[in-house]
């Protein structure tokens, strides 16, 4: 009954605050709720990637901002697409603000899923902002999704096996392909299914780099329609160079995702095996790849094994490890996918006004400064110093530089959700025949692209 | 009727009372069934994708839907895939349901206490909870039955159980048979104790021995029971999700291992043509009906006897 109380409590607040609001404006609000006193909101983030301690930093800027009461809900990003289509369009379920990936963010813009915020953008950091996620989130020149974070990818390895495989850093894109052969073949530590390089065979995200370093590129927009680009001679080109890291680099399942490969590159607490006589052995369960690709945040789970008030954490071993971003053919920086987020309101939430609030506060200097600190990408280039300076934010910064987004088509979210590039990518990794699979999938996905 | 009414019934009277008793139950299923399946014949007329999910107007498209989706030959095999794994399956699950049966009515006190708790707990376990346990015991890389079989000298080291459709139906019939046993086996269990001990001494006096007892006499008395967990476990097993959805969250490949349930969500929420999904439903819809009606016939048969 306690709260039951205190909702009329605060619907009257609400109401007064209404009525004198609009005693004294000229703006018309009938529904209590547009003000944003005490607005209690909620905010879908996707995947772990915001750290906790930002996450209650919004949670607390909040409440103190609004007195209302911010609530954090995490989604998994394997299913973003279907809560979002299911969520969005219902007033009573929606969640107020939402983070979705960039790639899906021009689908969901296109069909009305977000509030104009046109009249924030300058506010919240205008041309500042991270242009190419702006203009994933606008339609006719209006903004309704902006971005939130950027992070690329790059490759951690191990120097401990390189050297011991007589295997030095690549520096091109051929080296690269080269290397990862190598390591694979010379395997020095004699670990059953060493990969050189793991990459699962569903992993599209990453598989992609090698379409894009070709010069490759996924769809194309010729005369007002998108059309699937995969039987390019430069898409085949780099399809062909990663089935050849699929079949004879990398000893990940054909049905593995990009879901922590660095569990493989780890040398993990080993098992203890006890043999029948009492001898004791103890077993390297983990390691089996010298090389992986995610991105920047993976660092905080890549490490010796260490105990942190009496937990087990991962800290940073130099000697062992190492950071590089994934070289492109001239040796520059390769165009890998460009990882990130956009944020936008609910066009169906009833709580606008909070919904703008907690905007401007993630927009803040300091949450964008946070964001820079913990390894995220800050959406405002004027805060892209607070990533720091150390390897890992240089290995960022560069890999960055060229990275390329998905093609934003209107139908881009559905091909996501349908899982069709992660069944194209794995039939390759299984050695299927890439020009036929090529022209196989253009003539399925090139009707999606354009759905609406 | 063995009624000794002292008032005799006229037989022009129309009494009201069974109808009224009636109706709160045919007003819940008009709500629950009517509803949804006429909303999802009606959107299975239309060209409805994510902007009509987001408010806009939908276009009227007839039978498009339809034809669309029978001139797929992709459709005709995930059909015939779910037709394949529900029979399987749903004769996996009585014969081993019967067995257990029983086998609960054969052994002491203690034993059958201990089978049915087990059997009930396997049954009272949220599927997503032990689904996850089933994904960990199959993991490539972490996984127990590859330990298990690696120990016992079989090369399954890093063995992927996901990427050939016909171990992922292996795993996924185990799982379902699993998760379905337990009903079967306390309803054909209820069943068994329902036959008369006269009657089954008597046969035995007769010198009628056991597989005989059990195929002429049992087997005949229990067919009520067994024809409806038959056609529940049909009707359950053709539109299995849950567990071929989380085993290809696990990685399974999509296309080669959908089932109908799968199906239809992918391409509905999945890639939002909600208007195709609508069909293929109703499509389904149709296709349950048609398995069953053979059993629902002969239920009705046997009522009336």
């Not at chain 2, 030959?73 to 995930?78: A, F, K, L």
Request: with cysteine; proline share 5%.
């Amino acid at each position: 009954m306690k709260r039951t109380k205190r909702a009329v409590a605060l619907a009257a607040v609400a109401t007064a605050a209404a009525l004198a609001l609009s005693a004294c404006s000229s703006d018309n609000q009938p529904n209590p709720s547009d003000s944003p006193t005490a607005q209690n909101i909620t905010l879908w983030l996707a995947g772990g990637d915001t750290p906790d301690s930002l996450r209650d930093w919004l949670k607390s800027e909040y409440n103190s901002r609004t007195g209302g009461v911010l609530t954090i809900e995490e989604q998994a990003w394997g299913d973003l697409v279907t809560k979002l289509t299911t969520s969005l369009p219902d007033a009573n379920n929606t969640p107020d603000v939402v983070e979705l990936g960039n790639t899906q963010s021009p689908t969901f813009t296109n069909v009305g899923a977000f509030s104009d915020i046109s009249d924030l953008y300058t506010e919240l950091g205008g041309a500042n902002l991270l242009q190419s996620f702006v203009a994933a989130g606008a339609v006719d020149g209006k903004n309704y999704a902006l971005p939130y974070y950027f992070g690329s990818r790059y490759m951690f390895y191990r120097k401990d096996i390189y050297a011991a495989a007589g295997v030095a850093q690549p520096t091109t894109l051929e080296e690269f392909n080269q290397a990862v052969l190598r390591l694979t073949q010379v395997n020095p530590n004699g670990i059953a299914d060493f990969s050189g390089f793991f990459i699962g065979g569903q992993d599209w995200r990453n598989g992609i780099s090698w379409i894009f370093a070709n010069g490759g590129d996924l769809a194309q927009k010729e005369n007002g329609q998108w059309v699937m680009t995969l039987s390019d001679p430069n898409t085949i080109k780099g399809l062909q160079q990663l089935q050849d890291i699929f079949q004879n680099a990398s000893k990940a399942p054909s049905t593995a995702k990009d879901e922590s490969p660095w569990l493989y590159i780890n040398d993990s607490d080993s098992t203890t095996d006890k043999a029948a006589d009492g001898t004791e052995t103890d077993l390297p369960t983990s390691l089996a790849a010298a090389t992986i690709m995610a991105p920047g945040w993976a660092h905080w789970s890549i490490g010796d094994l260490v105990t942190v008030d009496g937990k087990p954490a991962r800290q940073w071993n130099d000697d062992v490890f190492g950071v590089f971003a994934l070289p492109g053919a001239d040796g520059q920086p390769a165009p890998v996918f460009a990882g990130g987020s956009n944020i936008g309101v609910s066009a169906a939430s009833r709580n606008q006004e909070g919904a703008r609030e907690l905007l401007r506060i993630i927009f803040s200097a300091d949450y964008q400064r946070m964001l820079g600190e913990q390894g995220l990408g800050p959406a405002n280039s004027l805060y892209v110093d607070s990533l720091g300076s150390d390897q890992f934010a240089q290995a960022l910064i560069a890999s960055a530089a060229n990275s390329k987004l998905t093609p934003a088509a209107p139908g881009w979210a559905g091909i996501e959700g349908s899982k069709l590039m992660e069944e194209f990518f794995s039939k390759i990794a299984q050695g299927g025949d890439v020009v036929a699979l090529a022209a196989e999938y253009d003539d399925v996905l090139t009707p999606m692209l354009n759905q609406r | 009727m063995s009624s000794t009414s002292s008032r005799p019934r006229g037989h022009g009277r129309l009494n009201w009372a069974p109808y009224a008793l009636l109706t709160p139950a045919v007003a819940i299923l008009l709500a629950a069934l009517a509803y949804p399946v006429g909303w999802q014949l009606y959107t299975s007329t239309l060209k409805f994708g994510l902007a009509q999910q987001f408010g806009q107007p939908a276009d009227f498209i007839g039978l498009s839907n339809y034809t669309e989706l029978l001139s797929d030959p992709q459709i005709w095999s995930v059909i015939g895939r779910s037709l394949l794994f529900c029979f399987i399956n749903a004769v996996l699950t009585v014969t081993i349901g019967v067995a257990l049966a029983l086998l609960m009515q054969a052994v002491t006190k203690a034993v059958r206490i201990t089978l049915q708790v087990g059997l009930l707990l396997a049954w009272a376990m949220p599927v997503v909870t032990s689904m996850t346990v089933w994904v960990w015991l199959f993991n490539w890389h972490f996984g127990l039955v590859n330990w298990f079989l690696t120990k016992l000298g079989l090369p399954f080291t890093n063995h992927n159980w996901l990427e050939q459709p016909s171990s992922f139906y292996a795993i996924a019939t185990a799982i379902v048979v699993w998760m379905s046993v337990p009903f079967v086996a306390f309803s054909v269990y209820a069943g068994l104790t329902q036959v008369s001990t006269e009657v089954m001494e008597a046969a035995q006096l007769d010198g009628a021995l056991g597989h005989r007892r059990f195929t002429q006499i049992v087997l005949p008395l229990i067919r009520p029971v067994l024809m409806i967990v038959l056609l529940l476990q049909i009707i359950w097993d053709l539109r299995v999700f849950t567990q071929i959805q989380l085993l290809q969250d696990a990685g399974a490949p999509t296309a080669s291992t959908d089932l109908l349930g799968t199906y239809i969500y992918r391409l509905g929420v999945g890639s939002s043509n909600f208007g195709l999904a609508a069909a293929m439903s109703v499509f389904v819809l149709i296709l349950t009906v048609l398995l069953s009606a053979p059993y629902v016939r002969s239920l009705l048969k046997e009522d009336v006897v």
